[in-house]
């Protein structure tokens, strides 16, 4: 099994639609991220966890918002979904300790259309 | 305007031949990460490196982050189908050690 798990892996679904995105992970990483990928702009930070009761905002969280449920889960929602919110998402971990003594740990993406 | 930005964008090369990927910060790179993705899938680490001067490589690919820390470099050498995908990098550039910021991904093609 996968250590970092999203679901669903792909979705198509209409404007004005409420979309929540699922994240799990087994790695006991306390920290878990929300990014997302676009054509030529690279991934772009949404949301931050260090803990359940620590939720931060990155550099487009603006549409979006974020639940961490339990260390293990964190899930994305698109409260009125717009078809500007296409792209590729992605959760990752990373240890508690900090990236400066290692890396993020990626899902394979959710792929997210919005007609 | 991106505050990581990697060049070239995109990169043909012949199986076998040499290549090398930027990426350049205007501010300072506390951590600097790599990652492969293939096609549509998740992200894979390939390297870190925190101090300037900094090179490390593994199997066929090595990366270096410039004394000034604010630029690095992958280079892959005798290049192989199996190295096709994006390749993107990311860094700490708050000093702060929690998120990493990622730049614009350089997609390589490897052509037999």
């Known amino acids: 099994d996968a250590d970092v798990t999203q679901t669903p892996r792909n979705r198509i679904t209409k404007t004005g639609k409420r979309i929540m995105l699922e994240c799990s992970q087994t790695?006991?990483?306390?920290?878990m991220y929300w990014y997302r990928q676009d054509p030529g702009l690279g991934l772009r930070l949404i949301y931050y966890s260090f803990d359940v009761k620590d939720i931060n905002k990155g550099e487009i969280s603006d549409g979006y918002s974020v639940s961490r449920q339990a260390q293990a889960k964190f899930s994305l929602s698109l409260e009125s979904a717009i078809p500007n919110q296409t792209a590729l998402y992605f959760c990752a971990t990373g240890p508690s300790s900090g990236l400066d003594t290692g890396e993020l740990f990626f899902g394979e993406g959710s792929r997210l259309t919005v007609l | 305007s991106q505050e990581l930005e990697q060049s070239p964008q995109s990169l043909i090369v012949q199986e076998g031949k040499n290549l090398t990927i930027n990426c350049t910060s205007s501010?300072?790179?506390?951590?600097l990460y790599w990652y492969k993705q293939k096609y549509g899938e998740g992200l894979i680490f390939l390297m870190m490196?925190?101090?300037?001067?900094e090179e490390k490589s593994h199997e066929k690919i090595t990366a270096k982050l410039d004394e000034k820390k604010q630029q690095s470099s992958l280079h892959i050498t005798a290049s192989q189908p199996s190295h096709a995908g994006i390749y993107l990098c990311?860094?700490?550039?708050?000093?702060?050690?929690?998120?990493?910021?990622f730049g614009t991904g350089t997609r390589l093609q490897v052509m037999l």
């Open positions: 501010k300072t790179l506390y951590g």
């Open positions: 990311g860094a700490d550039i708050t000093g702060t050690a929690s998120k990493l910021t």
């Open positions: 490196l925190q101090k300037g001067g």
């Open positions: 790695k006991g990483h306390d920290r």
